[in-house]
């Protein structure tokens, strides 16, 4: 399937340039990302048309959640979580592609309005310990910006955006098995002389499938007899181990 989209692009675009008079078509591969319990992860194609010469920026966002981050120190020998900052609507998925540096596209003060790359996300604290210094905050940003890196969430390189010709062009997109489920944007900026020419938003679904899917809706349409389940099903456990236990030990 992704070698016929490869195949068929060229010539879908052409015939896209041709219907439209917009500056800049962009599509995917596919509408959404679909989770089951297989999921390792899935790769996307962006790809699109321009009408006139320019760089472009891709910018992908997973849904907003207030998020905790917690500083961890040793107590008596013993690490343990100390401060505590909440950060509210965080991106729970972020990655930026482009043609070039993107601070050789745009000037800083539009990079940091458009919030393009993790350390101009603009992240504000919800919630925060009463003596936090300005520097502290921007720790604990760091550290937050730092655990989603490590878990795959937010982008460490920029991806690449490949051109074709003067007028096409195509970047992967790539989604770990971690990802959160919602509707993601991905937004493809135009950019000639330091300026943004044109602005095209993109909507993606990400969701579960299958008995995960029905196991998530219960979950969430029924939180207080899924925990009530979860407890039961706990405690049948740990009964059952228990005999078996005793039962060998005779």
Known sequence: MARLVRLALPLFLLCVTAAHADDLDVDLSKPDVRLNVSFKGSELLLFGAKDIFGDLIVVVRGP?????????????????????????????????????????????????????????????????????????????????????????????????????????????????????????????????????????????????VGIEAKIYDFAHNFAFIYGLLAIIIAMACGWSANAIFLKRGR
Request: no cysteine; glycine share 6%; charged share 25%.
């Open 64 to 208: 907003n959640k207030d998020t905790s981050v917690r500083l961890k120190e040793k107590v008596f020998g013993i690490w343990a979580s100390t401060d505590e900052v909440i950060f509210s609507d965080t991106p729970t998925f972020y990655a930026v592609a482009a043609t070039q540096p993107v601070q050789d596209l745009l000037p800083e003060h539009v990079l940091q309005s458009e919030r393009i790359g993790t350390t101009r996300l603009g992240l504000k604290a919800l919630s925060k310990p009463p003596t936090a210094s300005a520097k502290t905050i921007d720790d604990f940003n760091a550290g937050f910006i730092r655990n989603m890196v490590a878990k795959n969430l937010y982008a460490k390189n920029l991806g690449t955006i490949r051109q074709i010709g003067k007028q096409l062009f195509r970047t992967d997109l790539w989604f770990p098995s971690n990802v959160s489920v919602g509707e993601y944007i991905v937004e493809t900026y135009l950019v000639l002389d330091g300026q943004i020419e044109t602005k095209r938003t993109t909507y993606l679904r990400v969701h579960k």
